[in-house]
């Protein structure tokens, strides 16, 4: 099946680039690190038709995060996409789409993902959350550095008090400097480092009937600038933060076992508890 940009996007491929071009030093000087999110991107549709696509996440197939920092779930590869969702991932991972993500956030050479490593549909439901972090910052697969996170949201009719608020936080964790309801059709993009510090930290309170559903995608680049890096951390997983004066007893409790233990373990054993830790 064929589908141009136009079909997918509200925008022809010039208009896209201009709305990059337009919106670049929006995203560079964001507070508290580069990042934007802007609505009805896509064309409505043609969106709505992948969210009837959304598969009901939670078998053995899929992963599975239960944890005091996360309760969450996520699909595997392209295993669960339907048609019209793979013409949509396979499209925001083309070059076209690539060149828009360099002119709006100045990363250039950037390189998608066709593994969805940690990405593709993602679904929290009531009760579950992902509590603040920096991602993981190395491909399992390939080694390339991650560079660009790029969120799309399909909950429609999503109230404020439902909560789900995509949250980036400033790097003392003491405040969260932007809070995001995941309304259908919105986009939430930020550049990945060890410094940018976001999250979903919040137990999600929507009806039991109804879950927050969205698609990840995923940005590289081979190599990255040293002030992006958290040294000797240069290859890590995800790494948790509390907030300050508001995390639980448990949450500190296990993340500073797992600091303790990855401190002790032999590095061969922590690569592959890594890769474990990203199935």
Partial sequence: MQIGEHQILNKNYDELLQFAKENSDKYINADPFPSIYFDNFFNEKF????LAEFPELGDKS????????????????????????KVLMHFLNSEPFLNFLAELSGIDKLLSDPYFEGGGCHQIKPGG??????????????????RLNFLIYLNKDWKEEYGGHFELWNTDMTESRAKILPLFNRVAMFSTTDFSYHGHPDPLTCPPDRSRK?????YYTNGRPKEEVNMGL???????????GIESPSMKMYNGLVTLATDLMPPILFRFLKNIRNK
């Avoid at 969106?47 to 992948?50: A, I, S």
């Fill in 214 to 218: 969205s698609l990840a995608l995923y």
């Fill in 47 to 50: 969106l709505t038709d992948v």
């Fill in 234 to 244: 240069e290859d890590h997983t995800t790494l948790f933060k509390d907030r300050k």
């Fill in 129 to 146: 959350m992902l509590k603040i972090h920096a991602d993981f910052n190395k491909h399992r697969i390939t080694g390339l550095d991650r």
């Fill in 62 to 85: 899929d992963i599975q995060y239960s944890n005091p920092n996360e309760i969450k779930l996520a699909s595997r590869g392209e295993q669960k996409f339907g048609p019209k969702t």
